[in-house]
């Protein structure tokens, strides 16, 4: 039977219906009916032709929930846990590292391999269902899978999606010591995500600056303290309000989860001398931001990283943490419009315009 999917064919292009031929099964491979995808802002970016390296035609959906439809010969998830037709998977979208080069071996940054493959990104739809943005997806032998861990569903998974595993690789990079004050900027996916893990790894006081109002009473049920509007409260009063709550010194660490250049003069401004701060809301290139190398880096010695994409080990973990504590992570409340393939278009738009959090592509809507 063929495979219906949604196909970006490029950059500002209306979002094509395709059928795919089922694919052939190869060993080691997995076979999935889509149950949940997602559309984030990568999506968005994509759309705009602001990631380098899309080869277009692609089926987006680099995060999915599915349901294993049949395998050849895999009776494991890549962790151990027994696998099965039936059971719900996700997986991790990046794939085919090559485990040999200079940054896989030597430099230990398997993000940064020139074999790196991503589903929902980097493979073309002429290469078979290899985004979630379709009826059924191929889980090529070695992409590394994982079966959702009691009690979680898609929902609770898709709710979060790549912003949930990104806002947890955030708050790892930024080593934050139990009771820091944490500044979150930024209050999609990846925001909530880094405001829960922030507050499950011991931050003693989390602060964040988002918009709109639905997702700053998001932000309060992830477990933020404090919640400042970014168009309501002008940065001078984001000021004073982050002095008043640090005796004048500025936040331990701040996560930027904006996805906004805007956004990164105003993080060193609130970090105090000796801070961390870490950028991982900007996947794509969305511009530039004007800092002072003086007084925002070498006087403060702020402590600058990066963190782009993930790694499997950030999936396996949160996966983890969300299944104990997913009342703190309630992903599931995050979605804001369920699509079918048919109206993934629609998604698109909608996530553009900031009108859901997060939306799912269910390409047999319940
Ligand atoms: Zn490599
Ligand atoms: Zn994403």
Not at 293 to 318: E, M, Q, T
Not at 354 to 364: E, F, G, M, Y
Request: charged residues 20%; glycine residues 12%.
């Amino acid at each position: 039977m063929p495979i219906k999917a949604a196909v970006m064919t490029g950059p500002e292009q209306a979002i094509e219906l395709w059928q795919l031929d089922d694919p052939k099964l190869e060993p080691g491979s997995i076979l999935l009916e889509t149950v949940a995808s997602e559309v984030c802002g990568t999506d968005v970016h994509i759309y705009h032709g602001r990631l380098a390296g899309v080869p277009y035609p692609i089926i987006p959906g680099h995060i999915s929930v599915g349901r294993v439809l049949e395998t050849r010969g895999v009776e494991a998830d890549s962790m151990g846990t027994p696998l099965a037709p039936g059971d719900l998977v996700t997986f991790y979208d990046v794939h085919e590292t090559c485990h040999a080069c200079y940054f896989c071996t030597v430099a230990g940054q398997p993000n940064r391999c020139p074999s790196r493959r991503v589903y929902g990104i980097t493979y073309s739809a002429h290469d078979g269902p290899l985004g979630g943005w379709a009826e059924r997806i191929y889980l090529k032998p070695g992409v590394q899978t994982l079966k959702l861990p009691e009690p979680l569903t898609a929902d609770d998974v898709i709710g979060g999606g790549c912003g949930l595993f990104t806002g947890f690789a955030a708050v790892e990079r930024s080593d934050l010591g139990m009771g820091d004050t944490v500044l979150v900027q930024g209050t999609g996916p990846v925001g909530l995500s880094a405001i829960a893990f922030s507050a499950l790894r011991g931050a003693a006081t989390v602060v964040t600056i988002g918009d709109p109002a639905a997702r700053l009473e998001l932000a309060s049920a992830f477990g933020a303290d404090v919640t400042m509007s970014l168009s309501d409260v002008p940065p001078d009063e984001r000021d004073t309000m982050i002095r008043d709550l640090t005796n004048g010194r500025g936040v331990d660490v701040a996560l930027e989860c904006a996805g906004n250049p805007a956004a990164i003069p105003e993080g060193f401004k609130l970090l105090r001398d000796g801070g961390t701060y870490v950028i991982a809301g900007h996947y794509t290139d969305v511009g530039e931001a004007t800092i002072n190398p003086h007084i925002d880096i070498n006087r403060k010695h702020a402590d600058v990283r990066g963190r782009w994409g993930l790694d499997f080990s950030h999936c396996y973990r949160a996966l983890r943490l969300l299944a104990k504590h997913h009342d703190m992570l309630p992903f599931a409340r995050v979605i804001g419009g369920r699509y079918s393939l048919d109206e993934a278009g629609e998604a698109l738009a909608d996530v553009e315009a900031l009108a859901v959090t997060k939306a799912i592509i269910a390409p047999s809507p319940r």
